[in-house]
C-alpha cells in the first residue's frame, strides 16, 4: 500500500511539470531562443536518465529525470507556438502596411 502511495505521489508531481513548463516558457523566452540545442541535449539525457532509473529500480532517479524532461518538452513546446503566433502577427503587419501603401 505504501508503494502505491510514493507512485501516486510521484505521478501527481510528474503531472505539476506541465504547468510549470508553461510558465518558464513565458517567463523566460529569451534563454528559449539561445538555448535550444542545448533544451533537446537535456531531453536526451533526461529520457536515458529515465531508463536507468527504470531498469535499477530507483524511483526517484526514474520521476526526477521524467519531471525535468517534462517541464523542459513543454518549453520547447510552448516556444514553438509562440514563435508561429509572432509569424502570423508579422505577416500581418506586413500585408497592413502593403494595403496602406497602395491606399495611398
Known sequence: MQ?????LLG???LLLGIPIG?????????ELKD??????LILLVCFMGSIVGLVFGNDVLLFTFL??????????????????KEVKIRKKNKT???QRTKRK
Open 11 to 13: 505521478i501527481v508531481v
Open 35 to 40: 538555448g535550444k540545442k542545448w533544451f533537446y
Open 67 to 84: 519531471f525535468i524532461a517534462i517541464v523542459t518538452s513543454r518549453s520547447i513546446k510552448r516556444k514553438k507556438k509562440t514563435e508561429k
Open 96 to 98: 497592413n502596411k502593403k
Open 22 to 30: 508553461n510558465i518558464l516558457a513565458k517567463n523566460t523566452p529569451e
Open 3 to 7: 508503494e502505491v502511495i510514493k507512485l
